[in-house]
Each structure stands twice: as structure tokens, then as C-alpha cells.
């Protein structure tokens, strides 16, 4: 495969270039306001996939955005490979924390500033690129199929829907992924597990209106007071979360396999240092690496209420509201622990104040085998470009699709990420390194051909 590093060199800043421009498209699954744009990043993805040599490249339309679809089936007696991606991206907020604007991807230090750099936009095309790579070098050497969707960052609502309605189509041996993170570019890994997520927002009300504060206030409940006292309640002085029943299915992880977690590379000093934070907190008994990986957390998202503008207003509000998730771990059921907390929260309410828990979106966690071919495919792969065996590493965030794949199409799901867990997702300034772009890129055709020669 002498080719990768001669086809790279050749074409690395059209390559740079074309992810440059799918940056530029603001598409904000989760704002309407920006539903024109993530049509037009579904119509680039299905264009780029056309150009890349891709058959039977379709748009398709579902109750929500559409999922890019694409193929190249060479000989059907040939493993398959269906690659899952996303081209929608979170909201941008708050923009004035970016050192530049979200939408209008810089190059600064190596690194490409945009939102959807790393998640997913940039692990994404990776695949594109490393398809095109392959074709314009004698072709793939087994099946590939894409599946790109637009609502991944709001749930994938009507992902199961249409794989439920094409599991011939979708028919895989392996579903390929990149959204995951790295230990580092010394250090490779490969993602083995991932939390699941309930997520929820909660509306507390006292009033039936905003009142004057020196009128009012002390004698009727400030639903704001009420609901940092409810959230504050929902961890003891250990961490340990509160709801009764939310740790009753929790798998615990052996204390074989946390050994060979702790021998991971990690320097909590260098944690806090890159964090700006003085310490760290969380569960009792478990390192920092444990409690973002194997243990649930529940966490508040966002807090709002009453009068948040210039100067001051007096009021007591009316209402206030926070959106909560947790992360779950093997064997919590996220529909479950939705009920359970739901059913807490309401039982905590004092009787000054009416609460409403709306349920959001969640997911199962997931955890991949090790022994399997994908896996020694993903596992060679890297050792090939990065001269490192990766390391097996359990992540803490959540892609619920993974569960879908495995109880749909009966088939486990390949988490070989690319970006790193300083890349800024979710977060203002986010980024991706290009040298990690393009290391993705080299990596992926040798999982096929490993993919391939191992079956």
C-alpha cells in the first residue's frame, strides 16, 4: 500500500481544504433556524461521496433530516463494511467565548478551529477522503457502505426507523465509526466501551407570575432558590447520586480490568493544569479515569430563570428551569433510570412549588469485544501508521446508535477515533489537529485490507 503516503502528499491540502468548506456550513441540528443549512451539508456529503467513486448515492428523506447513503459493492462473497457517521454539529453557543467565529473555520498552530472539527465533521470525512484514496489506487478490496445522518447531536430520533426499514441494505459485517478520541498521537487507543444517557429538563413554578423581591420575597418560595436546593440534593458528600435505585443495575467493573485501566497514560497534574481547575472531584473510591469511563454521573447541563439581563431587576421569578443528563454505565436501562429520576425529583418538590420533568433523548452504553476481527483489523491498522499497538480504553461519552446497530442488525460496532479529548467538543473554540485529519486517513484503508485478509 506504498500509495497512502504518495496520494496524501499529493492531495492533503485539497483534502484540508474540502473539510475547510463543509466547516463552513452551519448545520445546527438542533436550532431551526439553521434547518437550510443542514440540508445543504447533507447535499455536500452526498456530493463528495459521488466524487469519491460511491454507487447508488442517495439523499434520503425521514420524518427529520435526511441520512446520506452511498456504496461500492465489489463481490458479495467479500466482508461488508457499513461506516456511520454525522455532518450535523452542536449549537455554537456561547459564541462570544470563540477566539473566532464558529462557522468560519481558522488554521492556527496546526489545528483547524471550527465548530464540528472534530465532532464529527472532521472524523467523518476522513472516511470519504480514505474511500476516494482507495479507489483512485485499484479500488476497495471488500464491500463499503455509508450512512451519514443529520440528528445525530439531537438523538438520532429517526435513525432506528430507517435502519429497521433497510436492514437488507444496511446488511454489514462490521459498522465502522469515527467519534471517539485517542489517548494521544504517542499513545493510540482504541475506544472498547461508551456510556449510555438520559436526558432530561426540569420546570420548577411557584408563582403564577414574577413578583416584586422586597414585596414578596421570604414569604413565597423563589423557584430558583427551590431548584438549586432539589439539584444540590441529587449528590451526597461522597458523589454518590441520590436517587434511590440508580445504582441497582450498575455492572461493576472487576478489579482485573480497572488495573489495566490505571496503566493508561495519564497525569492528573496535567489534568487540572490543561483544565485551569485547582482539583477534581467526583465518586468516592474511583480515579478520575474510572469516573469518566465505568461509573454513571448525572450532571446539569444548563440553569435558567428570572431576570438575566443588563443592570439590575428586583424579581422573584416565576419559574426556573435546568436541563440535567447522566451518563450511564453496562446494564442501566436509560428509559429506567429516566422514570427513576423523574419519579425523585417530584417526590423532593417541597409543596411551595409545581415541578415538570420533560424527558429528552437517551441510550444504551455499549461495550465492544476485543477478540473479535474488526477489532484485530482496527488494532493492526494503527500499529501500521501509528508504530504503536493502541491501547484498549473505555470512553465517557455516549453514541446510543451503537446499541441500535447491535440489536437491529446484529452486528458490533468498531470505535476507531481519531480526535482527542482536548479537542474542545460541545465547547467553544472547538478543534481538530490536521495532522490527526490526515493520520485518519492513512489508517483506514489498512483496516480494510486487514478487514478483508482476516475473514
Not at 500509495?3 to 499529493?10: A, V
Not at 473555520?105 to 470519504?128: N, T
Request: glycine share 8%; with cysteine.
Amino acid at each position: 500500500m506504498e500509495y497512502i503516503k504518495t496520494y496524501l502528499s499529493e492531495h492533503q491540502e485539497r483534502f484540508i481544504q474540502e473539510l475547510l468548506s463543509l466547516l463552513r456550513i452551519p448545520s445546527v441540528s438542533a436550532d431551526k433556524a439553521f434547518k437550510e443549512h443542514v440540508h445543504e451539508a447533507a447535499s455536500f456529503i452526498a456530493e463528495k461521496l459521488v466524487a469519491a467513486g460511491a454507487d447508488n448515492v442517495e439523499i434520503c428523506p425521514t420524518a427529520g433530516y435526511p441520512i446520506v447513503y452511498g456504496e461500492k459493492l465489489v463481490d458479495k462473497n467479500l466482508p461488508t463494511v457499513l461506516v456511520y457517521g454525522h455532518y450535523d454539529v452542536q449549537p455554537a453557543d456561547p459564541l462570544e467565548l470563540w477566539t473566532s467565529p464558529p462557522f468560519e473555520p481558522v488554521v492556527k498552530e496546526g489545528k483547524i478551529y471550527a465548530r464540528g472539527a472534530s465532532d464529527d465533521k472532521g472524523q467523518m470525512y476522513m472516511h470519504l477522503k480514505a474511500f476516494e484514496m482507495m479507489m483512485a489506487n485499484g479500488g476497495v478490496p471488500c464491500n463499503v457502505k455509508f450512512m451519514i445522518e443529520g440528528e445525530e447531536e439531537v438523538g438520532s430520533d429517526n435513525l432506528e426507523t430507517f435502519v429497521r426499514a433497510n436492514t437488507e441494505r444496511l446488511a454489514c459485517d462490521v459498522v465502522l465509526v469515527s467519534d471517539t478520541a485517542l489517548i494521544s498521537l504517542e499513545n493510540p487507543s482504541i475506544t472498547t466501551g461508551l456510556r449510555g444517557l438520559s436526558y432530561v429538563e426540569v420546570e420548577v413554578t411557584g408563582p403564577n407570575r414574577d413578583l416584586h423581591s422586597g414585596i414578596y420575597g421570604g414569604a413565597v418560595a423563589n423557584p430558583i432558590n427551590v431548584l438549586a436546593d432539589m439539584i444540590a440534593s441529587l449528590h451526597d458528600e461522597k458523589g454518590y447520586i441520590t436517587i434511590p435505585g440508580f445504582y441497582d443495575d450498575v455492572d461493576e467493573v472487576s478489579r482485573e480490568e480497572r488495573t489495566l485501566m490505571a496503566k493508561a497514560p495519564f497525569s492528573l497534574d496535567n489534568y487540572k493544569a490543561h483544565l485551569d481547575i485547582a482539583d477534581v472531584q467526583g465518586e468516592e473510591g474511583y480515579s478520575t479515569l474510572e469516573r469518566t469511563s465505568i461509573r454513571p454521573t448525572l450532571d446539569v447541563n444548563g440553569i435558567w430563570g428570572g431576570y438575566i439581563g443588563e443592570g439590575a431587576k428586583t424579581v422573584l421569578p416565576s419559574k426556573a428551569f435546568a436541563k440535567i443528563s447522566m451518563r450511564l454505565v453496562p446494564n442501566q436501562d436509560s428509559a429506567k433510570i429516566t422514570k427513576l429520576f423523574q419519579q425523585h425529583f417530584e417526590s423532593i418538590a417541597p409543596a411551595s412549588v409545581k415541578v415538570k420533568v420533560k424527558p429528552h433523548h437517551g441510550g444504551e452504553a455499549a461495550v465492544t469485544p476485543t477478540d473479535s476481527i474488526a477489532y484485530k483489523a482496527a488494532e493492526q491498522a494503527m500499529e501500521t501508521t501509528f508504530g504503536k499497538r493502541p491501547i484498549p480504553l473505555r470512553s465517557g461519552g455516549s453514541i446510543p446508535i451503537v446499541t441500535m446497530f447491535e440489536q437491529v442488525l446484529g452486528i458490533k460496532t468498531v470505535l476507531m477515533g481519531f480526535g482527542l479529548d482536548s479537542d474542545a467538543i460541545h465547547s467553544p473554540n472547538e478543534h481538530f489537529a490536521i495532522e490527526n485529519y490526515l493520520k485518519g486517513i492513512e489508517t483506514i484503508p489498512y483496516f480494510y485490507k486487514n478487514f478483508t485478509n482476516l475473514h
